[in-house]
């Protein structure tokens, strides 16, 4: 009897196809067909490399861009110098940065070119991030770029020096879980909430071990931006990486991108990119199911980011946890919080209001967000509102389309492209004790400056809180 | 990457269980652009401990440390191994490791070994005014009061630590295959290569 293939999901293929040699112990040499390089994670693996003597094998499969340490505000005088970076430690990671990508031949988009922007947002933007390809950064929200039907995860500094030497990785498979959402998302619920509510079902740790695929009609008709924020919180609730199958969005988004295939190339690449979707008997080792009409627009109240609620919710009650451990965890997080159980959602006041990261940074997200601030004014008690486009490109388009203006009239301030208040590692922190409305993808303690309480939420409903100054359900603008 | 065989002399009798990462090296000390230099910041709010096992004379410039259960627990920084390499930190023996930890601590050169709770008491007791003995070869530790307890390693990790051998001398060593799989791409997925960089 002759014997046909066993069926593969998407995440088997791609990883078949990348094994350069498999070992005994269940190991695999993975090859990388695409490396992102930013300026914190990079600087002791260009040292190791220099140290032994080494090269970069593939410096034209690599890409390096600034984002983390780079201050948002002006970079450059009139004249078109570049400002000095403050932050002593800051500036050194970024001149580390400027001097290794031309010592080992790597191509730069440094902090004055137009392009430069977060590595999760450049990556796709740029077309170099394409199905069925592998890409690593010293980064874990490389899982975005699972978007594109990529196979992207987080990697650390030896692995990044390690693939800059070798181009591959030591790798374990992991196991597949399928994440299927059918049925009609309600008004008012975008990615974010979609990305939220799945957090919450797998739970923070749910996803370990497991690499996700999102399947189902809410993906399919979800535009390529909105898979990336979906895929991009794969990591928060543990899966090293999140999948979504390519097909026409994705082949329509990445045509005629800078960086994507031209010409017979384009052809011949569309051909074996439809190939890659899972087969239809392939077996995943775990499936979970959600049905999108029971999503509502969400936050995060706790300090995790499973911690989610619906906004017309309360803030819930630690005493009716069971588990001693996650009651008490729960309590500690509201103390840190500044809650009570039982508030209401929608009473909780914000200090500050971040629109960005690589969450939620991309032109669709801001479009969201100056749809609710647009002829409206950040309320008086909000001492920020900061919207900080995911790259220049996506500032220019906004820009282009009088976004900039809606969001300068409400109130808001318009900054340059990076990380800026996701991560406090650059001049774009909250204040200890105060609490800010983040369209970013962790709410852990410390995560937005020490002390800062971060509750998560899509652009639209942080604009709403930006006009409202509390939580707000974003329904009530429509 | 220094080949180890016998790493022999005092050890800190440390003990505690759960030393996470942040205890090994502060958050605030992650913004360094080199490996170098992070030892003096090692285990900083345990040395601000009077009487502290790291700041005694008696162990001064120990290559060995004997922790409590679930040592290098917490962030994955690999600025903790980097830290412990820096103070002069060749093994530590515990009975347990974070799995992060312990491959990042490898990845810079350094042993960790896996002993049951009750001998790690022993070797804490020992270390208190006598040197530990670890041998890779055979696997074992052993004080100068005759204890021999044996632990186990991953083959192919004792194998690149003995030969001082690190993973990314080990893969380029395998060139070949990696040379195959880029002929393959060139050859199937051309567009892989050409479309990396912008026109
Ligand atoms: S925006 Fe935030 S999560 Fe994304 S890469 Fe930057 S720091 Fe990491």
């Known amino acids: 009897m002759a014997s046909t293939p066993a069926p593969r999901t998407l995440y088997q293929k791609i990883f078949d196809a990348h094994v350069v040699e498999q070992r005994d112990d269940g190991t695999a040499l993975l090859y990388i067909d695409r490396h992102l390089v930013h300026e914190v994670t990079s600087p002791q693996a260009f040292d190791g490399l220099a140290a032994a003597g080494r090269k970069v094998r593939r410096p034209d499969l690599t890409l390096a861009v600034p984002d983390h340490n780079i201050p948002t505000t002006a970079r450059a005088d009139a004249q078109g110098n570049r400002l000095a970076v403050a932050d002593p430690q800051s500036a ?136 990336l924020t979906v895929c991009n919180m794969s990591i928060e609730a543990g899966a090293r990486a999140g999948l979504v199958a ?55 109240w706790g300090t995790s980011p499973d911690d989610v609620v619906a906004i017309t919710g309360i803030v819930p009650d630690p005493a009716a946890l069971d588990d001693p451990a996650r009651r008490a965890a729960a309590e500690k997080s509201l103390a840190y919080m500044g809650l009570t159980a039982g508030q209401r959602m929608q009473d909780v006041t914000v200090d500050r209001i971040f629109i960005g990261s690589c969450t939620n940074s991309r032109i669709e997200d801001l479009r969201a ?26 500032k220019r388009q906004a820009e282009a389309e009088g976004l900039d203006r809606i969001f300068l009239d409400a109130g808001f301030e318009w900054r340059e492209p ?61 | 990457m220094r080949a180890i065989d016998i790493i022999a002399g005092k050890a800190y009798p440390l003990g505690r269980p759960n030393i996470d990462t942040d205890v090994i090296i502060p958050a605030h000390h992650l913004k360094t652009i080199t490996r170098e230099g992070l030892g003096q910041f090692a285990f900083e709010t ?19 440390l004997i922790a409590g259960d679930n040592y290098g627990c917490g962030s994955s920084r690999e600025h903790a191994a980097w830290a412990m390499a820096d103070m002069g930190l060749q093994a530590v023996i515990a009975p347990s490791f974070s799995d992060i930890h312990a ?23 020992v270390a208190k005014d006598q040197p530990i003995t670890i041998d890779l070869e055979n696997q074992t530790v052993t004080t100068p009061y005759q204890d021999r307890f044996r632990f186990e390693i991953d083959p192919f990790r004792k194998d690149c630590l003995l030969r001082g051998l690190d993973e990314i001398g080990i893969t380029m060593a395998m060139d070949d295959a990696i040379a195959t799989h880029e002929a393959k791409m060139h050859a199937e997925t051309p567009w892989i290569e050409g479309a990396a960089r912008a026109a």
């Not at chain 1, 100056?370 to 220049?392: E, F, I, N, T, W």
């Not at chain 1, 942080?462 to 006009?467: K, L, R, T």
């Open chain 1, 369 to 394: 967000a100056a749809a609710v601030a647009r002829g409206r004014h950040v309320a008086a008690g909000v001492k920020q509102a900061l919207v900080v486009p995911g790259s220049g490109l996506v």
């Open chain 2, 103 to 125: 491959g990042n601590a490898f990845k810079n050169g350094i042993l960790t070994v896996v002993l049951p709770q009750d001998q790690v008491d022993r070797l804490l007791a």
């Open chain 1, 92 to 227: 050194a990671q970024l001149d580390a940065l400027r001097r290794n990508a031309p010592l080992f031949g790597i191509e730069l988009i440094d902090d004055l070119a137009a392009e430069q922007g977060i590595v999760h947002v450049v990556g796709p933007e740029q077309g170099f991030t394409l199905p069925g390809t592998t890409v690593v950064c010293g980064d874990s929200h490389t899982a975005s770029h699972g978007a594109l039907g990529a196979l992207g995860f987080g990697i650390g500094t030896s692995e990044v020096e390690h693939v800059l030497a070798t181009q591959t990785l030591l790798l374990k498979r992991s196991k597949s879980l399928e994440v299927r959402v059918d049925g009609e998302l309600g008004p008012g619920v975008t990615p974010k909430d979609v990305a939220l509510a799945i957090v919450a079902k797998l739970t923070a740790a749910g996803g370990a071990g497991y690499v996700a695929e999102y399947t189902g009609s809410v993906f399919r008709d979800m535009s390529i931006e909105g898979r």
């Open chain 1, 246 to 300: 390519p097909d026409d969005k994705t082949f329509a988004y990445l045509q005629g991108k800078p960086r994507s295939p031209k010409g017979a190339d384009w052809d011949r690449a569309v051909a074996y990119w439809r190939t890659l979707a899972s087969d239809p008997r392939a077996v995943y080792d775990k499936v979970v199911t959600i049905d999108a009409a029971t999503i509502a627009p969400l936050v995060t």
């Open chain 1, 418 to 478: 990076g990380c800026s208040m996701c991560l406090a590692m650059n001049p774009d922190k909250v204040p200890a004790g105060e609490r800010c409305a983040s369209t970013s993808n962790r709410n852990f303690v410390g995560r937005q400056g020490p002390g800062s309480r971060t509750h998560l939420l899509s652009p639209a409903m942080a604009a709403a809180a930006a006009v409202t100054g509390r939580l707000t359900d974003v329904r009530e603008f429509a």
């Open chain 2, 46 to 64: 345990l040395r601000a401990e009077p009487g502290n096992v790291f700041d005694d004379p008696a162990y001064a410039g120990a290559p060995i």
